[in-house]
């Protein structure tokens, strides 16, 4: 595998490119659009619409590289604003090679409960000894996490 991170800075064009667009028209517009070099040595990316796929333009010197990849399963979490170009550490282009997004969003834990029960015997005191349980479980749980949520149905 291509560590694209080796070949020098990685840069990502954000939103949707397309495709069918090849190396001389990548270069301009990354030179008419965004004002960067693309004879830098630096490492361009540009994913198109279905982001399973996108290209890498890379200046090497003597000549571009022009090089494609398409995941097989799954998608990249590519960025949708049409007018950036974002600078990425190797650690962010690692984890877009993976499918993850380059911005890792830490969010609030949250406990989701989900209890079943059903009762197959004597319907009256199986439903009572049901519902005794389940209180009880919801009561404890409520008190050692206090913003646990609910889903009862």
């Given at each position: 595998?291509?560590?694209?991170?080796?070949?020098?800075?990685?840069?990502?064009?954000?939103?949707?490119?397309?495709?069918?667009?090849?190396?001389?028209?990548?270069?301009?517009?990354?030179?008419?659009?965004?004002?960067?070099?693309?004879?830098?040595?630096?490492?361009?990316?540009?994913?198109?619409?279905?982001?399973?796929?996108?290209?890498?333009?890379?200046?090497?010197?003597?000549?571009?590289w022009l090089l494609?990849?398409?995941?097989?399963?799954?998608?990249?979490?590519?960025?949708?604003?049409?007018?950036?170009?974002?600078?990425?550490?190797?650690?962010?282009?690692?984890?877009?090679?993976?499918?993850?997004?380059?911005?890792?969003?830490?969010?609030?834990?949250?406990?989701?409960?989900?209890?079943?029960?059903?009762?197959?015997?004597?319907?009256?005191?199986?439903?009572?000894?049901?519902?005794?349980?389940?209180?009880?479980?919801?009561?404890?749980?409520?008190?050692?996490?206090?913003?646990?949520?609910?889903n009862y149905s």
């Amino acid at each position: 595998m291509i560590k694209l991170s080796d070949l020098g800075q990685v840069y990502i064009v954000c939103g949707k490119t397309d495709m069918r667009r090849g190396i001389d028209t990548l270069a301009s517009m990354v030179k008419d659009k965004f004002n960067l070099d693309p004879f830098s040595g630096q490492v361009f990316l540009f994913c198109g619409g279905s982001q399973d796929r996108f290209k890498a333009l890379y200046w090497d010197g003597q000549g571009y590289w022009l090089l494609y990849k398409r995941f097989e399963n799954g998608k990249m979490n590519w960025p949708k604003n049409q007018d950036e170009v974002r600078e990425l550490s190797p650690e962010q282009v690692d984890w877009l090679m993976k499918g993850f997004s380059i911005e890792p969003k830490i969010s609030e834990a949250t406990h989701v409960i989900s209890i079943d029960f059903t009762c197959s015997f004597s319907y009256s005191y199986n439903y009572r000894k049901t519902r005794r349980l389940f209180h009880h479980v919801r009561n404890n749980i409520r008190k050692d996490h206090p913003r646990t949520s609910y889903n009862y149905s």
